[in-house]
């Protein structure tokens, strides 16, 4: 078959919604357009880890240390799914990791924001994990089968997640005033950098049409942050709290929240690298990958041990 044929043929699988399995024949450029995707998903859910890690020590009760914890082991989980359904594409953790590494793969763009106080990891269960399922809520569809059955289970963890996190925000935006005071603090924030994770607008997303095209996004970029508003000012107002954009209004013509311009400036700083934590983010997972060198070896020994076992038992 030519490739053209065999490009058609894949095309008409997609859009009678068959999944495309790791043996299936595909376009290099889908194959590469996921490993992006999907290897820069897993990063984002282990760097994810840091901002919220910086708290277990501190949160304020046992039952709040417990829930924190369970949450940033999670993320753990997440990106190892992640990172075993892009190797079934084709390219090696190792790659993966030395990517991230070197800076040359991304991770999201707002785990380079600090978390100064409690009130930041209830603001980002709420609206970082609301962001993130908004998206793989939509990725349990994507048209990948590895992909889409790892975010069928991500997303039920993430609505956890967000829960504990909006559970913290009701508490603090009804205790004392120097509680609701951080929690709208927090709010302040979080709010623009949240908006900046659904990605560029469309009109400047790059990988958007073709990963329409392929049903590896569902959504546009725009789609799912106006999806994401107006899903949320509502629980703002639950809370008693402001979101910090004074152009934030609902318009009865279109059915939608409009909301102000995003600092797109910003945005590009970040994921260029020069956010505000960005230096600390990278160098804390440097290290940690080579303090866990040990366990990589001890782990590949170990399995090297039980291959050798079971065939001797297999010759025996
Ligand atoms: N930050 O053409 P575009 C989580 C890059 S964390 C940094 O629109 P695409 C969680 C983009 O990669 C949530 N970079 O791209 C974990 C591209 O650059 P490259 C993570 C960004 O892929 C712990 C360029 O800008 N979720 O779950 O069509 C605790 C042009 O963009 C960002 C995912 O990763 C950004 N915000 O659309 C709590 C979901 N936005 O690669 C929560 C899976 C864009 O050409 N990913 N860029 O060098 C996606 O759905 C899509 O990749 C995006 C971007 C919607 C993010």
Same mark, same amino acid.
């Given at each position: 078959?030519?490739?053209?044929?065999?490009?058609?043929?894949?095309?008409?699988?997609?859009?009678?919604?068959?999944?495309?399995?790791?043996?299936?024949?595909?376009?290099?450029?889908?194959?590469?357009?996921?490993?992006?995707?999907?290897?820069?998903?897993?990063?984002?859910?282990?760097?994810?880890?840091?901002?919220?890690?910086?708290?277990?020590? +501190?949160?304020?009760?046992?039952? +709040?240390?417990?829930?924190? %914890?369970?949450?940033?082991?999670?993320?753990?989980?997440?990106?190892?799914?992640?990172?075993?359904?892009?190797?079934?594409?084709?390219?090696?953790?190792?790659?993966?990791?030395?990517?991230?590494?070197? =800076?040359?793969?991304?991770?999201?763009?707002?785990?380079?924001?600090?978390? %100064?106080?409690?009130?930041?990891?209830?603001?980002?269960?709420?609206?970082?994990?609301?962001?993130?399922?908004?998206?793989?809520?939509?990725?349990?569809?994507?048209?990948?089968?590895?992909?889409?059955?790892?975010?069928?289970?991500?997303?039920?963890?993430?609505?956890?997640?967000?829960?504990?996190?909006?559970?913290?925000?009701?508490?603090?935006?009804?205790?004392?005033?120097?509680?609701?005071?951080?929690?709208?603090?927090?709010?302040?924030?979080?709010?623009?950098?949240? %908006?900046?994770?659904?990605?560029?607008?469309?009109?400047?997303?790059?990988?958007?049409?073709?990963?329409?095209?392929?049903?590896?996004?569902?959504?546009?970029?725009?789609? %799912?942050?106006?999806?994401?508003?107006?899903?949320?000012?509502?629980?703002?107002?639950?809370?008693?709290?402001?979101?910090?954009?004074?152009?934030?209004?609902?318009?009865?013509? +279109?059915?939608?929240?409009?909301?102000?311009?995003?600092?797109?400036?910003?945005?590009?700083?970040?994921?260029?690298?020069?956010?505000?934590?960005?230096?600390?983010?990278?160098?804390?997972?440097?290290?940690?990958?080579?303090?866990?060198?040990?366990?990589?070896?001890?782990?590949?020994?170990?399995?090297?041990?039980?291959?050798? +076992?079971?065939?001797?038992?297999?010759? =025996?």
């Amino acid at each position: 078959m030519t490739e053209e044929a065999l490009e058609k043929r894949f095309q008409e699988k997609i859009d009678a919604e068959i999944k495309i399995e790791p043996k299936d024949w595909m376009p290099e450029r889908y194959r590469r357009n996921l490993i992006r995707q999907i290897s820069q998903h897993a990063h984002s859910e282990v760097v994810g880890m840091l901002p919220e890690g910086n708290w277990i020590t +501190r949160a304020p009760t046992l039952r +709040r240390k417990v829930a924190l %914890l369970a949450k940033v082991q999670d993320e753990a989980g997440h990106g190892l799914y992640l990172y075993s359904a892009a190797e079934t594409l084709g390219i090696s953790r190792e790659e993966m990791i030395e990517q991230l590494l070197s =800076g040359k793969a991304k991770y999201s763009s707002i785990f380079n924001y600090p978390t %100064l106080t409690w009130a930041d990891i209830g603001a980002i269960g709420w609206l970082v994990d609301g962001a993130a399922i908004m998206n793989q809520v939509m990725l349990t569809r994507t048209s990948y089968g590895p992909y889409a059955r790892a975010m069928v289970r991500i997303c039920k963890e993430e609505s956890f997640h967000q829960r504990q996190g909006y559970e913290i925000m009701l508490t603090l935006a009804r205790g004392t005033e120097v509680q609701r005071r951080m929690a709208q603090d927090a709010l302040n924030r979080w709010w623009w950098p949240a %908006l900046m994770m659904f990605g560029p607008s469309d009109k400047d997303s790059v990988h958007t049409a073709e990963s329409m095209k392929w049903k590896i996004k569902r959504k546009t970029n725009d789609e %799912l942050r106006q999806q994401f508003v107006d899903v949320t000012v509502p629980q703002a107002e639950y809370l008693g709290l402001t979101i910090p954009d004074p152009d934030l209004k609902w318009n009865e013509a +279109r059915g939608h929240y409009d909301f102000g311009q995003i600092d797109w400036d910003e945005f590009w700083r970040v994921v260029k690298g020069n956010g505000p934590c960005n230096h600390q983010r990278m160098k804390a997972r440097r290290e940690a990958h080579e303090k866990g060198a040990w366990v990589r070896e001890a782990a590949l020994a170990w399995a090297e041990k039980q291959r050798r +076992r079971r065939q001797k038992k297999m010759a =025996g």
